[in-house]
């Protein structure tokens, strides 16, 4: 009997039966010695097993990825190379026009050479280190995921850390007008908003004279790019205008043309007309952010539009609840302000504060002001233009008290940086300061509107 499968054989079966066992089990030895050598092998070159295909696939899909991403960097970084570089040759080449019109004019002193060699040195500082892009890398486990990342310079605002101590030159500069109010092209007339471009010329709703008008850096005459028709409702005419930007995608100024309740686009091209892109809106201040989009102040229903591109509606951002003092009203609105984030800040005229709306969110907070009308430190009497650099101070004209107030982040009171020292046509006076804005480097600019003029005042020491 056999005792493994319990079968009776005979002798000689038997002896058959265990043979096919014995060849059987000698295949399972054959088995076990292979087995053998793979595990031999395997101890020997570990990199051989099956496992390390799988990561093999991971690597490559992963390089793959990494490849298709960097050149994909590659290719942005190039593309804004190209125009970055076009701007800086441009603006390179106008400074050097003025430098070579100097010396042909003999017309210069000590103050012009400074600021040739200063502007020479900012230029070649920025070319390969621009203060507009950089390469960021995002951290996971395991991969640095690298991507391009384009800086965005909210509108009126500045590209440097402006330290919350700094301090600017108290004597302004006139840059434009303060030859009394006329309509001649060296004079304003109830100049209110202005926008300054990077060559630093500056662009300026001179209200009265329904124009607006540009001066370039260093010159003594302005020229009227927009307007100046006198007032009425034409294309060709402005009526009572209270700001002006530039879209640089459009290439064209972009116009709140308020006693003819629309928003206007004017080219820059030798543009003879405007065009109507917005109406029914009795608009004062305006901006835009990095898509597109503006965002304009209806002062007759107290409230802040934003009307993305091709909008013709808009949404309220800020406001909208009727003229009132609560956290989510307005009352006579003037000016405004949209940082990186697309929080809003707007002059709340009547409430005598400066209010952010979060995006997104249905009431404001108080950043400054706010606690009546007076000259105290805690207080604004009629702010107008506001700018916020890049910590969140708030910059604000604070009107009623002639002077240019800074609040910090956070502050129950600010600080006057500018003016302050009663109304007055002096170099260190301001008279109802109206319309603000920073250029890159940190300089302020002030719209004077009692003594018609801008007024330029240079940080004196950022620390």
Not at 390 to 397: D, N, P
Request: charged share 30%; proline share 3%; aromatic share 8%.
């Amino acid at each position: 009997m056999c005792k493994g499968c319990s079968k009776d054989f005979c002798d000689e079966h038997l002896k058959e039966h265990h043979n096919e066992f014995s060849e059987q089990l000698g295949k399972t030895e054959d088995l076990f010695n292979e087995f053998k050598i793979e595990i031999e092998g395997q101890k020997a070159e570990p990199q051989q097993h099956e496992l390390m295909e799988q990561i093999d696939k991971w690597e490559y899909e992963s390089i793959e990825k990494i490849r298709q991403v960097a050149n994909k960097v590659r290719w942005e970084l190039s593309s804004y190379v190209i125009t970055y570089v076009t701007d800086q040759d441009l603006e390179f080449k106008k400074l050097r026009e003025r430098l070579i019109q100097c010396r042909k004019d003999e017309d210069f002193i000590e103050t012009d050479i400074q600021f040739f060699n200063e502007e020479l040195k900012r230029l070649k500082g920025i070319l390969n280190n621009p203060p507009t892009f950089k390469i960021e890398y995002d951290s996971t486990s395991l991969i640095n995921k690298i991507h391009f990342k384009k800086e965005v310079l909210p509108l009126r605002g500045n590209s440097i850390d402006i330290h919350p101590n700094a301090r600017w030159q108290q004597n302004g500069l006139t840059i434009a007008g303060g030859n009394g109010r006329d309509n001649g092209f060296n004079q304003l007339s109830d100049p209110l908003g202005l926008y300054v471009d990077n060559d630093q010329t500056i662009y300026i709703a001179d209200r009265s004279n329904h124009r607006i008008i540009e001066w370039k850096w260093g010159a003594m005459i302005g020229q009227v790019v927009a307007g100046g028709n006198g007032p009425g409702s034409g294309a060709y005419q402005l009526s009572d205008p209270r700001d002006v930007i530039v879209d640089k995608d459009t290439d064209s100024l972009i116009i709140s043309d308020y006693s003819n309740k629309r928003v206007v686009r004017w080219s820059r091209q030798n543009g003879t007309n405007g065009e109507t892109i917005i109406s029914n809106i009795r608009c004062v201040g305006l901006t835009m952010d990095e898509n597109g989009s503006l965002y304009i102040i209806d002062n007759e229903n107290d409230e802040v539009r934003r009307y993305r591109r091709g909008e013709s509606q808009g949404t309220v951002v800020a406001g909208g609840n009727g003229s009132g003092n609560r956290l989510d009203q307005l009352s006579d609105p003037q000016y405004v302000f949209v940082d990186r984030d697309h929080s809003v800040y707007v002059s709340d005229l009547a409430n005598h504060r400066v209010m952010k709306w979060l995006e997104g969110e249905k009431e404001g907070i108080v950043v400054a002001g706010g606690q009546g009308k007076g000259n105290d430190l805690t207080q604004l009497s009629h702010p107008r233009g506001v700018v916020v650099d890049q910590l969140g101070t708030v910059y604000v004209a604070d009107a009623g008290n002639d002077r240019i107030m800074r609040w910090p982040k956070g502050a129950t009171q600010g600080g006057v940086i500018i003016g302050g020292k009663g109304a007055g046509r002096q170099s260190n006076q301001l008279n109802g300061p109206f319309g603000l804005s920073f250029d890159r480097y940190g300089t302020l600019y002030v719209v004077d509107l009692g003594n018609d003029r801008v007024q330029k005042f240079k940080i004196d020491s950022n620390k």
